[in-house]
């Protein structure tokens, strides 16, 4: 029985009666990565998917849910967090369509086969490894911060696990998007979609979302603004959609 662990907790993710298992210390998914899910919601149907840096395996749920994706292989290089997305898998009794492979995203090319994937999605690290506050947790500091790999390295191998056109789904720290760019045109990863995410109409932009494609052409499209916030404070409609509930209006 694949029941939590001391310390995990279930939660309920309100969408294909899916459940997730996370550690109640450790780092759980924020409103990025569903964020991400939607805005990738445009991937074909039947289509073969990585989930770099997968965590509890929220974005490859989330996608299942929201796509008519075939197969998801989510990599995450700590074990624990690993084995406890597994267990969240075989709990929604979704082994034939998600599996999760414990590697550092850098060596996959060793075990899977190159250049045969539709779609890589991800949620990195935000932090390079000498910025921003040192958590003593260190599952928390993994998840964080480029320890293990860094925004090239996540770049590099989506090039060469992705079909050619294939697209790569990312978010990131709005504050990095020179360096994002930069890498994607390195590595022949061409951004074709931008959009920003704002907390409300008078904040800076804390988030994006870019949809890159392998060998594309150059031009890219800049999408309205994402609000998270209306001036009350509460969701915006589009958020209260995105998490699959009903708008203030209904």
């Known amino acids: 029985m694949d029941n939590k662990k001391e310390n995990e907790r279930i939660d309920d993710l309100e969408i294909d009666n899916l459940r997730i298992i996370q550690k109640k210390d450790g780092f759980c998914f924020g409103i990025d990565s569903v964020l991400l899910s939607d805005f990738a919601k445009n991937i074909k149907n039947n289509s073969k998917v990585i989930d770099l840096g997968t965590g509890t ?136 979609r931008i959009r920003f995410v704002y907390s409300n109409k008078t904040s800076e932009s804390k988030l994006v979302l870019i949809e890159a494609i392998k060998n594309g052409r150059s031009s890219v499209r800049v999408e309205k603004p994402l609000y998270v916030y209306d001036n009350d404070g509460a969701y915006t409609d589009e958020i209260l959609k995105i998490y699959n509930k009903n708008s203030k209006g209904d």
């Open 57 to 192: 395996g929220i974005l490859g749920f989330l996608l299942l849910a929201k796509t008519k994706i075939s197969k998801i292989i989510g990599i995450e290089i700590q074990k624990e967090i690993a084995e406890m997305a597994q267990r969240s898998i075989r709990m929604n009794k979704l082994e034939e369509k998600f599996e999760v492979l414990n590697y550092n995203i850098k060596d996959i090319d060793k075990v899977l086969k190159t250049d045969s994937y539709d779609a890589v999605i991800t949620n990195p690290p935000y932090k390079k490894i000498n910025s921003g506050k040192i958590n003593d947790n260190e599952m928390k500091l993994i998840s964080r911060h480029e320890i293990k790999a860094n925004l090239e390295d996540f770049i590099k191998i989506s090039f060469k696990m992705l079909k050619d056109k294939g697209a790569l789904y990312i978010v990131h720290r709005a504050e990095r998007l020179v360096d994002i760019m930069a890498e994607m045109r390195k590595c022949k990863m061409e951004p074709k």
